[in-house]
């Protein structure tokens, strides 16, 4: 279900952009809720995924089974994502080179980042080498974190587990605002009339709204109809 409704997402995308609407009849109803939330999918991975990894550990905290080794856990996790995922960094990063033309060096440190599973946090934002990356990154972090928040359960008692998790969040909440500035650089503005056409969508913004990432639209831009339309020579 999880992959599925991401595939859906992502191929009603790119249906958008060779015809401009979505697939016909997906006006409304089920169908149309399907296209337009199927990025869910990716969040319902992450649940299921981080539940799957953390199940061995919580069965020996709980349940008195035998302590899963984390050399295995991690050799085992290292063997099966990185060989695929460091050929596939490796060959779009060429094919952006020498296909696409863009720069050796430029783009180097973005390859360096991704094979570190570390662009999202050093770029804020997808891979620029291969955008969908950056669910495997937090995925990796998942790998990290499952069998330290599993051994939480290691404390008997309710009040010290709930204790840690308390002060983890708030370490959280003071740490993520160090290393997230505000973006000024990104805003919506919603315009009628001074002769723009109807239905327009302009522009569009980075993944996490960091940065514009096409035809950015400035302040100049906005007044210049205006001031056409006022009769006030540009």
Same mark, same amino acid.
């Given at each position: 279900?999880?992959?599925?409704?991401?595939?859906?997402?992502?191929?009603?995308?790119?249906?958008?952009?060779?015809?401009?609407?979505?697939?016909?009849?997906?006006?409304?109803?089920?169908?149309?809720? $399907?296209?337009?939330?199927?990025?869910?999918?990716?969040?319902?991975?992450?649940?299921?995924?981080?539940?799957?990894?953390?199940?061995?550990?919580?069965?020996?905290?709980?349940?008195?089974?035998?302590?899963?080794?984390?050399?295995?856990?991690?050799?085992?996790?290292?063997?099966?994502?990185?060989?695929?995922?460091?050929?596939?960094?490796?060959?779009?990063?060429?094919?952006?080179?020498?296909?696409?033309?863009?720069?050796?060096?430029?783009?180097?440190?973005?390859?360096?980042?991704?094979?570190?599973?570390?662009?999202?946090?050093?770029?804020?934002?997808?891979?620029?080498?291969?955008?969908?990356?950056?669910?495997?990154?937090?995925?990796?972090?998942?790998?990290?974190?499952?069998?330290?928040?599993?051994?939480?359960?290691?404390?008997?008692?309710?009040?010290?587990?709930?204790?840690?998790?308390?002060?983890?969040?708030?370490?959280?909440?003071?740490?993520?605002?160090?290393?997230?500035?505000?973006?000024?650089?990104?805003?919506?503005?919603?315009?009628?009339?001074?002769?723009?056409?109807?239905?327009?969508?302009?522009?569009?913004?980075?993944?996490?709204?960091?940065?514009?990432?096409?035809?950015?639209?400035?302040?100049?831009? $906005?007044?210049?109809?205006?001031?056409?339309?006022?009769?006030?020579?540009?």
């Amino acid at each position: 279900i999880a992959i599925g409704s991401v595939l859906v997402y992502h191929i009603n995308g790119e249906y958008l952009k060779v015809k401009g609407s979505g697939f016909p009849n997906a006006g409304h109803g089920l169908l149309h809720d $399907l296209m337009h939330t199927g990025n869910f999918g990716v969040q319902l991975f992450f649940v299921i995924s981080g539940f799957i990894l953390s199940l061995p550990f919580v069965h020996h905290y709980c349940d008195g089974a035998k302590k899963p080794s984390l050399r295995r856990f991690y050799v085992r996790r290292i063997t099966r994502i990185e060989p695929p995922f460091v050929i596939n960094l490796v060959i779009v990063f060429m094919l952006l080179v020498w296909v696409k033309g863009l720069g050796f060096t430029e783009l180097l440190p973005n390859l360096a980042a991704s094979l570190l599973y570390l662009h999202n946090v050093i770029y804020q934002r997808g891979s620029d080498i291969n955008f969908v990356a950056w669910s495997l990154e937090i995925e990796a972090q998942f790998y990290i974190l499952a069998p330290l928040l599993a051994m939480m359960l290691s404390f008997r008692r309710p009040v010290v587990r709930w204790g840690i998790v308390a002060g983890a969040t708030g370490a959280m909440a003071a740490i993520v605002p160090l290393l997230r500035d505000h973006w000024p650089v990104v805003s919506s503005v919603m315009l009628a009339g001074g002769g723009f056409r109807h239905g327009q969508v302009i522009g569009a913004p980075e993944w996490n709204a960091g940065d514009v990432k096409e035809r950015p639209v400035t302040p100049v831009d $906005l007044a210049a109809p205006i001031y056409h339309h006022s009769g006030i020579p540009l």
